[in-house]
């Protein structure tokens, strides 16, 4: 027995070696036989640009799977592919996902003038050197791309055409700048390389990718040397030239430059650009070049580096003094440079005055102090608290008889409800809206007449709408109402108009032209007992007075007197009077036929108005009566 144990004893080393020849012999081509399809599977990670993601290790018939996978979906994936290959014994399973991310980003950081980094995250499904073969095309040679970004899962749609457009945007900018995204919002940093690269990339940002937004922009625009600025004003517009400081400053400039055109074309020619010298105030010198270019018809301020000049030609006379003095208290940090504006005789020559309801207003040029003064005193008897707007300017070229024509225009302008009379040179233009068409009538029939010697005169006068017509019954009440609202009493002893009378009377006017089927009488009244009689002259026997003229009127449609009441501003002084013994018995009928022909040249037909028959009575108030 012990010499059977030795000899199995003795068989072992034998069968050992004969274990270890064949698994060295057979193991490496199980291996080999092995690793071939889990490389191909491997490899199979890595579509579409990817890089493989998947490494297998073939140990005899096992197979060791490791790696981090895109996704779920693709680790499944590559687990099946090795689980359907022949010849394995079993897989060790090692694995992982990558890290997802929120938010996801990514930057291109221009580190150097031959290098850009990639940093923060790429993308898990692509590869760098897919990457890096996208973000390259198109970059200047000796550029070298470092892509220190970690795989990731959690990036935007498109995020290739998102790195590629921010790529293109750090290549505006120096070194040390960066462009990124987080998520879907982009953002740039740094200094623009030079004043037409800032152009380019304001123009880039404008137009991001689809699905993305810009955020911040923290970008510097170029420095210059000398920084110019102008503003060009010509029969063409506005044009706008040089540089400005930043957007918004350009921004108010252009604001600036289209409230003075006034509907005018404006070019822009600026660009952006830092390099103002230091201590100016940009906003404050776009004020002040503006205020100068109002006066200029053609010529430009300009600005080079901290010197204002003006050139050109003024508006008139007056807008070189005012352009001097504007010039003359510049902003801080602003030097008065060349002064160069010269003034001709406006042509052609414009004035007008224009009457609103609660204003007149006088725009155009006169030719002296002298001449506006003439205007202002023409217009002062007929203001019955209207403002006079005065924005006439002064300058040369005015035409002869300029405030003659204007003075007669202003009469025929004051009996229209609302209008203008203008000067173009020797031409005279009086238009606008008469209360009543008969009183429009009559200011077209005057007005051929008021032109001076030589002008051309040009009248579009009408009259506003007429009121509708009324029935005859509702005539009576309102008639009825009007008549008895507010009493009209003479001034002892006169027939003379008081200022109180003509809302009355207007009223009274409307009412005729809405009952056309009503005709109107008036009669007048004594004075009261004890009051002093009318005085009578003593050379003459008293005889009829003829009725006054009616007052002007406002544009409001109110009536406004021509003179002081009892007062006549165009005769002598009275001779000497003396107290008539008993009252006058014909002060009734020329105190009716007074308010009889106000209301004619309001514009109620002859036939439908008149005084009423004359007859004893105390009456102390006008009366009117409506007869059908």
Excluded at 201 to 225: F, K, N, Q
Excluded at 351 to 380: M, Q, S, Y
Aim: glycine share 8%; proline share 9%.
């Amino acid at each position: 027995m012990a010499i059977r144990s030795i000899g199995w004893l003795s068989g072992l080393p034998l069968l050992a070696g004969a274990w270890v020849a064949a698994t060295a012999f057979a193991e490496p081509r199980l291996e080999a036989a092995l690793e071939a399809p889990a490389d191909a599977v491997a490899t199979a990670t890595g579509r579409d640009g990817a890089e493989p993601w998947l490494r297998v290790e073939a140990r005899g018939r096992d197979l060791v799977a490791s790696g981090e996978a895109p996704g779920e979906g693709a680790r499944d994936q590559a687990r099946a592919a090795l689980a359907a290959l022949p010849g394995r014994r079993r897989i060790v399973d090692r694995t992982g996902l990558v890290a997802a991310v929120s938010p996801f980003t990514w930057a291109a950081a221009f580190r150097a003038p031959d290098r850009l980094d990639l940093i923060g995250h790429r993308p898990a499904e692509t590869g760098r050197a897919a990457l890096a073969e996208s973000l390259g095309a198109g970059l200047p040679a000796g550029l070298v791309l470092r892509d220190t970004a970690r795989a990731a899962r959690g990036a935007p749609d498109n995020f290739s055409e998102a790195a590629r457009f921010l790529v293109a945007q750090v290549r505006h900018l120096k070194p040390g700048a960066t462009a990124a995204l987080s998520d879907r919002v982009l953002s740039v940093h740094g200094e623009a390389a030079s004043v037409e690269a800032y152009a380019a990339l304001r123009s880039d940002l404008s137009h991001p990718p689809a699905g993305y937004t810009v955020g911040e922009v923290g970008v510097e625009p170029a420095l210059v040397s000398p920084f110019v600025w102008s503003a060009s004003r010509g029969p063409a517009g506005i044009r706008l030239d040089g540089y400005a400081t930043s957007e918004a400053d350009r921004a108010a400039i252009l604001a600036a430059a289209r409230l003075l055109a006034d509907g005018a074309p404006v070019s822009d020619a600026m660009r952006t650009a830092r390099g103002l010298p230091a201590g100016i105030d940009a906003r404050a010198l776009v004020d002040r070049a503006f205020a100068i270019l109002a006066l200029v018809r053609e010529g430009s301020v300009a600005l080079d580096g901290s010197t204002l000049s003006v050139r050109g030609s003024a508006i008139d006379v007056q807008a070189v003094r005012e352009a001097e003095a504007a010039a003359a208290t510049l902003p801080a940090g602003i030097s008065h440079g060349a002064f160069a504006l010269t003034a001709s005789p406006v042509s052609p020559y414009l004035v007008a005055i224009r009457r609103r309801p609660d204003a007149f207003t006088l725009t155009g040029h006169l030719p002296d102090a002298e001449a506006r003064a003439a205007l202002r005193a023409a217009l002062r008897p007929h203001l019955y608290g209207e403002r006079v707007i005065d924005r006439t300017r002064i300058a040369e070229g005015a035409p002869p008889a300029l405030v003659e024509g204007l003075t007669a225009g202003i009469g025929a302008l004051v009996q229209l409800a609302e209008g203008e009379v203008s000067v173009r040179d020797q031409s005279l233009r009086i238009a606008g809206e008469g209360l009543y068409p008969e009183s429009a009538r009559r200011v077209a029939a005057e007005a051929g007449r008021l032109a001076p010697a030589g002008w051309r005169i040009e009248v579009a006068v009408g009259a506003r709408g007429a009121p509708p017509k009324r029935d005859p019954a509702e005539c009576r009440e309102t008639f009825a109402a009007l008549a008895s609202g507010q009493a009209l009493r003479f001034d002892p002893g006169s027939a003379d108009l008081k200022p109180a009378f003509y809302p009355v009377l207007d009223e009274v006017a409307g009412l005729a032209r809405a009952c056309p089927q009503a005709r109107i009488e008036v009669a007048g009244h004594d004075d009261p007992p004890g009051s002093a009689p009318a005085p009578v002259a003593k050379e003459a026997a008293p005889k009829e007075a003829a009725p006054k003229e009616p007052p002007l009127r406002e544009a409001s449609g109110k009536s406004k007197p021509a003179a002081k009441p009892g007062r006549s501003a165009e005769k002598p002084a009275p001779k000497p009077v003396e107290t008539a013994a008993m009252p006058d018995p014909g002060l009734p009928q020329r105190r009716a036929a007074a308010i009889v022909d106000y209301l004619l040249k309001a514009g109620i037909p002859a036939d439908r108005i008149a005084p009423a028959p004359a007859e004893a009575s105390d009456r102390r108030a006008v009366a009117f009566a409506l007869r059908s």
